[in-house]
């Protein structure tokens, strides 16, 4: 049986590793180099590093984690137009993660797949509920609005050429109590591009519930990585292989 892909999704803010709470209050973690080396020792499927910090994009900060990082790679943060793209893909780094640039205009994202092939290309889309219960897409991490139906920007999304989807609930992001299931089930159902799960991990047993019961093709978690206990006391970990293939073969049961 292939094993799910299992992602520590890092934050970066000044050059910092940081966490945040429903994307709000950043506290500082640690150095994210370090971090890389340990998850290079615990052989972690992928890494993703989300820049917080500002729209520009750390080029040389980059360059040093893509030179220690041995597992894929994929980073966010201030990508705008296809030289953009062209320059992290330089720097070693195997995928863009897009968000405030997809609702600016779709042809971005046709233009990317086109010159640097769809697997390249995950489209960011984040989410929280309103008072009556719906699923509101957020940009510029969680601040704007967007008035667009996220089910069906979704398909379009696929249908422009991303290929992959990371869904984020805000609501869950760094709370520790569980995937949005609803969400993530219904945007699975509708598109055929892998789904990245994230938001909300509080244990391992979370990896398996998101790909058993929403379909996820990957599971992505940020505090559950770097936290221990309920002190939140910063600890760096990642499941090994024989925990990771206990928790899939029972999703499979």
Known sequence: MAIPRVIPVLLLKAGGLVKTVQFKNPVYIGDPLNAVKIFN????????????DSDSIPFDFLQEIAEECFMPLAYGGGIKTVEDIRA???????KVVINSALFE?????REAADQFGSATIVASLDVKKNLFGNYELYASGGKVRVKKDPFAFAREL???GAGELMLQSIDREG???GYD????????E??????IASGGAGSTEDFGN?????GASAAAAGSLFVFHGKHRAVLISYPDQQELKRIFSRSSD
Do not use: C, Y
């Open 41 to 52: 020792e615990k052989e972690a499927d992928e890494l993703i590093f989300l820049n917080i």
């Open 105 to 109: 205009d779709l042809g971005f994202i």
């Open 210 to 214: 998101v790909v058993r019961q929403a």
């Open 88 to 94: 992290v893909l330089k720097i070693g780094i195997e």
């Open 190 to 195: 509708m598109v055929n591009i892998p789904v």
């Open 175 to 177: 709370t520790m109590k």
């Open 181 to 188: 299931l609803e969400f993530i089930s219904r945007i699975s």
């Open 158 to 160: 696929e249908q422009a």
